[in-house]
């Protein structure tokens, strides 16, 4: 009965302070009525005047999908994200004016922070720029796709485009080698005075050294295809291209007989005109390779081809002035109560003797000296 008796005096009890309790709270609340309803009103005037002069952002993007060859997606999101693109996007829009920068560093990563590439589940590219100019973002991210290839043949990504780097530097070799051979012919006939060779020694050394200059070219070709006929069907061909050429050469060469018709000058003026011709026909052999080169890198070339054009946006994606405004009061009203309930807190205990002194140890420990 004893229990039973406590049981049913204790639940009233918890009840009257349950609603001590609600009462307690309703109170504080309606003492800091307004500071609790008047901070959320100041916090959503200075957000909605904040959001009105932060400048609008648009944003446009290009969808592609990669049809790719040797390259992977990823490598040509590098290509997109390179130093070399953005270059070529702040030259040919002129985005250094644009965003108000001094340097072109700076100009890229102004490019950067407002460019984004990435590459979606099903496989696409979305390349998205965002800008305070509808129609100055949507011509970024459809410029970017202007100069995709001709970057990526910059990279040589392929087998094609590293075969034609490889002979591009070549043909650079070559040019140098043309204008050393000019200049020791200007040099060997000023020597030669007005004497002129034979012609048909000349011609046996001209004909000598195109071909040496065919055959050599015809090896360098051979040697960049590699010796494996799957990769490469025209090896095969190409080496005996170079049989027949070779056959030429040893029923062609130049014979020393005509030494004995020609003195030390004039042969030495014919060597060099030889290698002003060898060269030339070096170089004409290596501008063909070139040519088949680029050709094989626009089959194997990766690309990407467009699947959505990047149209000038008309509805704004920046400040989600909405969001601020109910994030802005939702805050306030949050740090109003907080504050009236700390407020009533701290009035409590200093009207309680016993707290106001914990306080005041509690001050005294929280100082520094």
């Known amino acids: 009965m004893s229990e039973q008796h406590s049981q049913q005096t204790s639940q009233p009890n918890t009840a009257t302070e349950d609603e001590i309790s609600l009462l307690d709270l309703a109170i504080t ?12 009103l100041v916090a959503v005037f200075i957000s909605v005047i904040i959001t009105f002069i932060i400048p609008s952002s648009y944003q446009a993007t290009t969808k592609v999908m990669p049809v790719v060859g040797a390259a992977s997606k990823e490598a040509i999101i590098s290509v997109l994200q390179s130093q070399a693109m953005a270059d070529s996007l702040i030259n040919r829009l002129n985005l250094q004016q644009v965003y108000g920068v001094k340097s072109m560093g700076d100009a890229r990563r ?4 407002t460019a984004k590439i990435a590459l979606d589940k099903d496989g696409t590219i979305d390349i998205s720029v965002e800008d305070h100019d509808p129609r100055l973002a949507a011509k970024i991210a459809n410029t970017y796709v202007e100069f995709f290839r001709p970057l990526l043949r910059h990279y040589g990504l392929t087998e094609a485009s590293s075969r034609r780097l490889l002979l591009e530097k070549q043909l650079l070799d070559i040019q140098e ?6 200049q020791e012919v200007v040099q060997a006939r000023q020597q030669l005075g007005n004497v002129n060779p034979e012609p048909q020694v000349k011609s046996l050394v001209l004909a000598a050294r195109q071909l040496e200059a065919k055959i050599a070219m015809k090896e360098v070709e051979l040697l960049v295809m590699g010796s494996d006929p799957a990769k ?4 095969f061909q190409s080496l005996k291209e170079l049989s027949t050429l070779w056959g030429e050469f040893s029923t062609n060469d130049f ?15 014919l060597l060099k005109v030889g290698d002003v011709e060898y060269n030339k026909t070096r170089y004409d052999q290596l501008m063909m390779q070139v040519e088949k080169a680029k050709l094989d890198e626009n ?16 509805s704004k994606t920046k400040p989600h002035r909405a969001l601020i405004v109910v994030v802005s009061a939702f ?39």
């Open 29 to 40: 609340l309606a003492k800091h009525k307004k500071l609790i309803l008047g901070l959320p």
């Open 110 to 113: 102004k490019l950067a922070a």
């Open 177 to 182: 080698d043309v204008k050393m051979a000019e």
């Open 232 to 235: 490469n069907p025209n090896y």
């Open 255 to 269: 014979d020393p007989a005509f030494n004995g018709r020609t003195s030390g000058k004039e042969l030495e003026y």
């Open 299 to 314: 089959r194997e070339n990766p690309t990407i081809q467009v699947l959505d054009s990047a149209d000038v946006p008309n």
């Open 331 to 369: 805050a306030a009203g949050f740090f109003a109560m907080l504050w009236a309930f700390v407020s009533e807190a701290r009035q409590k205990v200093r009207q309680d003797p016993e707290s106001r002194e914990q306080l005041q140890l509690l001050q005294r420990y929280l100082k520094w000296n």
